[in-house]
């Protein structure tokens, strides 16, 4: 059911929010000169999928962690989409091609070695990534891995159709402010 919940709900968003992606991209372009960004990220059963974004960073950025990424690192407009979560946008496309989830633990990078065992111990990669989930939305991000793995396990042990609302609610409301930098 939130697999059908999902793709409806990514090719609505997408239908819907096009015209103000092509915006996005086209002032993207003017702040970074490559609005889009992709990066490899560990899927469900620990299988790569690649994340796309818009980009919130200059081009030169290390390929890191972004609590590992300095904030000078940000552009101003990417400033915005963070704040707004507008950069989460294109991931959409993800979750329209059953790479990701709307709720689910948010994916980490193959070189996050600590927080991939974590997850591993509490098998959180037998679900998909998500967009959104319990952590966000509590301001728990990938800097802190053991409290990170513990609270996907929590979010997975009890997901039900209010909890997967009730997060992308509080998300698209404000709550969490997503990946912090340092």
Known sequence: MIRTLDFIFALFGLTLAMPFLIILYVIGLFDTGSPIF????????KKPFTLIKFRTMSVDTASVASHLASTSSITPFGGFLR????????????????????????????NQEELT???EAKNIYN??????G????????????????QTDEKMI???????????ILQTVTGSGSGDRVK
């Open 134 to 149: 319990l952590a966000q939305v509590n301001e728990i991000d990938m800097s802190t891995p053991e409290l990170l793995a």
């Open 117 to 119: 065992q974590a997850r």
């Open 38 to 45: 992709v990066q490899e990220r560990v899927g469900r059963y």
């Open 127 to 132: 679900v998909r990534p998500g967009i959104t």
């Open 157 to 167: 042990a009890t997901l039900s159709l209010k909890h997967y609302f009730t997060y």
């Open 83 to 110: 704040k707004t979560k507008l950069d989460e946008l294109p991931q959409l496309w993800n979750v329209l091609k059953g790479e990701m989830s709307l709720v689910g633990p948010r994916p980490g990078l193959f």
